[in-house]
């Protein structure tokens, strides 16, 4: 990943906007703001950035509109950024080709460490297409996750589940941290539904490639995949 990559952060709160970007050049990203929707499509045709952090609720064009227009033309890696909990607003954000989201509040760290994990596995695809864990294909435009060219009946929570797996292959996660990460917008649940997704993550690989143990369980800490 390039050490000047290039982050647009679309945002009209100053304060949210300032603090981000401190946090993306203190992590030596190049990092512009737009405040305002309308801006976005032709900045981007103009600038070419490595990556688009683009809020939900914008003045001039809402982020999903913004998101519609720039994958009319672009591939550029888009995080959406919502205040708002509800679950279609930020499936259709993915369905209409963003790579991953946020919920506020958020911590700035954690917005840092999600731009450079998207790069990263946007830098492996571009100098291996065909790189993948396993087997194991993550489209996160498509929202679709493929193993051995088997495309995957999968939930929302499950994809996000599988495509954390493959993100960090061989990282031991404990159900806290999965917690936090399928559900992002800091609901409460309990250990009993993260292992139910796990194990219903399990049979539908099974199903697919008759892998039983590609998801391992590590006892009294988490999960990992092999």
């Not at 949210?16 to 401190?22: Q, S």
């Not at 990282?171 to 609901?187: A, K, N, P």
Request: aromatic fraction near 6%; charged fraction near 30%.
């Amino acid at each position: 990943m390039n050490d000047q990559a290039s982050v647009l952060v679309v945002e009209d709160e100053p304060k949210i906007a300032a603090l981000i970007c401190d946090y993306l050049r203190q992590s030596s990203f190049a990092a512009h703001t737009l405040d305002n929707g309308s801006a976005v499509d032709d900045w981007v045709r103009e600038n070419a950035p490595d990556l688009v952090l683009l809020d939900l609720m914008l003045p001039g064009k809402d982020g999903l509109t913004v998101c519609r227009e720039l994958r009319g033309h672009s591939t550029v890696p888009i995080i959406m950024v919502t205040a708002r909990v509800d679950e279609i607003d930020r499936l259709l954000g993915l369905e209409l080709g963003a790579d991953d989201y946020i919920c506020k509040p958020f911590s700035p760290r954690e917005v840092v460490a999600r731009v450079k994990a998207l790069l990263r596995r946007v830098e492996m695809l571009k100098t291996d297409p065909g790189a993948a864990a396993h087997g194991i294909v993550i489209d996160e435009n498509r929202f679709v996750a493929t193993i051995d060219n088997r495309e995957l009946d999968l939930t929302p929570v499950e994809f996000r589940l599988m495509a954390l797996f493959v993100d960090q292959p061989g990282r031991v996660f404990s159900r806290e941290q999965l917690m936090s990460r399928i559900y992002r917008d800091g609901r409460i649940v309990s250990d009993r539904t993260v292992d139910s997704h796990v194990k219903n993550l399990r049979h539908k690989i099974d199903a697919a490639t008759g892998r039983k143990e590609l998801i391992r369980s590590i006892y009294g800490v988490g999960y990992k995949l092999e």
